[in-house]
């Protein structure tokens, strides 16, 4: 890593909020899609359910972690946050102004200040293109620079990013996985942003390189004071990574927390079971802890549930879960900063998978007091 | 590590990720655009080379038509030979082949070699005249249906879908007969009847392009829908693009040459493959080389076309099944 500090030209608006405050703030956000039937005369019969009131802060120079299982709407979270996608409903604040469904030249300017970097290193860049116009184009896009003065800039950011710059004149296909992911990140941060929202970075690649990945985007945001928003799937990267942890189920945060608090003290029942999915290291430990087996499947978003929508599948269920949301709000003696959307929260040391639900849930028994199967 | 036995196995198998390997030691590495990559791989087809060796003579032929037939042959395509040298026999009859007229003449006296060369000229600038505007008024109707989607979609595919929906003859015989039969009109039927269907297949591949990350990653950079369109989708085209208007071509040249032949394209006395197999109809009992030479220059023509296009497919998707009988 080069220590010659910030290399890249940077050309972005003047930042009002400084290291710590509030930077991004997610109002209340709805993303549902529609879904349409007929061919010339198209008709709406549903609406997916993705994003289903978010409230989110991201401070400046933190790492907000995103987790939660394949399609809880974190995904379109991100491309909501970075205008990809226009909401259906809340509002987007972006170091205090209002970025919602702002129209693409007014946008512009904060394009800047908010990139992205995309799961998949093989679909994110345009195989037809040479690297160095990949990586050149955020600068072409906003008129920054042209010439020998962009390819200036270019073999810079590849520097930055650990990618030699005489690979300038390469395709896509003749980088690897990890190579790939590089060449992202420097797309990414070619106009200096200050938030940048990281889609599943690593899940595409090889564990090995993951680290590798990671560790970059470390160094990078000590080195050019970044936030980041983080999604991944994977806990213990998310573990490592983050500052704070934000877990989603079907398009709502349920629980929200200071990295450490969330890992040592889950309170949502379904925290606790996605956090006992995680592998042990230790094969001792690993057959005495006890699994939380969520029983039937996650629910459609066409058609989610109501009150908590985890309540068909929570073990500590009860009437008031059915009929309820319950407010993201800190239980038992937690800080403020730890915020839970459960009725029933798991405190420290209770057994969940002896929980009985108080009420009937589809593919569940009653009395669920079966043992769980290995399933 | 797997033996590289020689640079020529492994050119045949290199994917694109394996071009840097393929350079030796002691040559510079060199990234190679996907387009270079074809291009080698089509070098090693044979059947390829050689279609675009006839298409390039077919081509050097139209250009220098009137050099060739003036200086080579000496018989200009439209002078009817009535006496030294004689064009037709004492009975009115054409001449088969012989020393004077080598392909023979036609009921006029023409010399057909003279012709079948001149017809060259029309055949090619039909075929690529009318593909090229197919393709271009395609490609622009493509993708912008395809990117834009929604309503702009609905009314260009729809609009699309009448145009394949005409049949073509009629149409072709009725908008001949309202304007005079021209060179002009033949392209323009043409290529009237064929952009939908490269739209079509351009839309097609649109949608899917459209629906890749690098995309949203131009969007999200701030892109505009014209900058991505131009920059990001239509690299991605040039393949499938590229196979298909090599298939055109031949089929314009068909189109051509059967309006041609109904009296509908080119007007005589210009010589075109169409309108000497019209001509030749009435004598194929008593000269089928009449019949036969303008026939077999435009199955050689169509053939390369095709041949070529399918090397092309060929070379351009390498993840495609090779034809593994050419070698």
């Known amino acids: 890593m080069s220590g010659a500090g910030p290399t890249v030209d ?102 800047r200040d908010i990139q992205m970097i995309f799961q998949d290193p093989y679909g994110s860049l345009n195989p037809r293109r040479r690297v160095g116009s990949i990586i050149g184009d955020p600068y072409d896009i906003h008129e920054i620079s042209k010439g020998d003065v962009r390819k200036k800039q270019v073999q810079e950011l590849m520097e930055v990013v650990g990618l030699n710059p005489e690979h300038y004149n390469r395709f896509p296909a003749e980088f690897s996985g990890g190579q790939r992911q590089r060449i992202g990140v420097a797309r990414a941060l ?40 983080f999604i991944a ?52 430990r690993s057959d005495t802890r006890q699994r939380i087996i969520l029983r039937g499947d996650v629910p459609s978003p066409v058609n989610p549930p109501s009150g908590c929508p985890f309540h068909p599948r929570c073990p500590k269920a009860q009437a008031i879960c059915v009929d ?45 007091l079966q043992p769980s199967s290995k399933a | 590590m797997i033996p590289l036995n020689t640079p020529d196995e492994l050119g045949v198998h290199a994917a694109p990720s394996a071009a840097p390997a393929s350079a030796a030691p002691d040559k510079k590495i060199e990234g190679r655009a996907p387009l270079q990559l074809a291009w080698a791989r089509l070098k090693k087809d044979r059947v390829s080379m050689i279609s675009l060796g006839v298409i390039f003579a077919l081509i050097l032929i139209a250009v220098f038509a009137s050099l060739i037939t003036d200086k080579l042959i000496g018989h200009a395509p439209n002078v009817q030979y009535r006496d030294e040298p004689n064009g037709l026999q004492s009975n009115g009859l054409p001449f088969g082949p012989n020393g004077t007229f080598w392909l023979g003449t036609d009921s006029l006296g023409r010399d057909i070699l003279s012709r079948i060369i001149h017809g060259t000229r029309v055949s090619l600038l039909v075929g690529v005249a009318a593909t090229s505007i197919a393709v271009t008024i395609g490609v622009t109707v493509g993708t912008a249906a395809g990117y834009l989607g929604g309503a ?25 007969s309202v304007y005079q039969p021209s060179l002009k009109i033949s392209i323009f039927v043409i290529a009237f009847f064929t952009w939908a269907s490269v739209g079509r297949i351009v839309r097609g591949q649109v949608l899917s ?38 298939l055109l ?55 390369a076309f095709n041949l070529l296009g399918d090397g092309l497919r060929d070379a351009l998707d390498p993840r495609a099944a090779r034809v593994l009988a050419r070698k």
């Open chain 1, 324 to 368: 309820h949301m319950p407010p993201l709000e800190s239980a038992f003696n937690d800080a403020a900063t730890h915020d839970k959307a459960c009725h029933f929260p798991v405190a420290d040391g209770e057994n969940l998978a002896n929980a009985v639900p108080g009420i009937e849930q589809p593919g569940v028994a009653p009395t669920a």
């Open chain 2, 209 to 246: 392009i459209r629906e890749k990350e690098y995309i949203e990653a131009a969007r999200s950079l701030g892109a505009g829908d014209i900058r991505i369109m131009a920059i990001d989708v239509l690299p991605n085209l040039i393949a499938p693009v590229i196979v298909y208007a090599t």
């Open chain 1, 190 to 229: 070619a106009l200096r942003p200050k938030l940048i929202v990281c889609d599943e970075p690593v899940s595409a690649l090889d564990v090995s390189i993951q680290a590798q990945v990671i560790n970059l985007l470390d160094d990078l945001q000590k080195e050019f004071g970044l936030t980041y928003i």
């Open chain 1, 233 to 284: 799937h994977d806990l213990s990267v998310v573990r490592h990574v983050s500052d704070r942890v934000a877990v989603m189920y079907l398009g709502k945060i349920v629980e929200i927390a200071p990295v450490d608090e969330i890992f040592q003290h889950p309170r949502h029942p379904y925290t606790n079971a996605l956090l006992s999915a995680v592998p042990v290291p230790d094969p001792d």
């Open chain 2, 249 to 303: 071509i031949p089929t314009a040249i068909v189109f051509e040459a059967t309006l041609s032949f109904l009296g509908m394209g080119v007007v005589p006395p210009t010589p075109t493959w169409g309108n000497m197999i019209t001509d030749s109809v009435s004598y194929y009992e008593q000269l089928p080389t009449f019949l036969l030479f303008p026939s077999l220059a435009l199955f050689v023509t169509t053939l």
């Open chain 1, 10 to 111: 940077h050309a972005g608006r003047t930042i009002n909020t400084k290291p710590g405050e509030v930077l991004l703030k997610v109002e209340g956000a709805v993303k549902h899609f529609p879904i349409k039937q007929g061919i010339l005369f198209q008709k709406e019969v549903g609406r997916v359910h993705a994003v289903d009131g978010v409230d989110l802060e991201v401070r400046s120079g933190e790492t907000l972690g995103l987790v939660g299982e394949t399609g809880c709407g974190k995904s379109t979270l991100a491309r909501v946050i970075t205008g990809l996608h226009p909401l259906t409903g809340g509002r987007v604040l972006f170091d205090g102004q209002d970025i919602t469904n702002l129209p693409r030249r007014a946008m512009r300017p904060y394009r």
């Open chain 2, 152 to 176: 702009v979609d609905t009314i260009l595919s729809r609009t699309m879908d009448v145009f394949l929906s005409f049949p073509f003859l009629l149409f072709a015989i009725s908008l001949v």
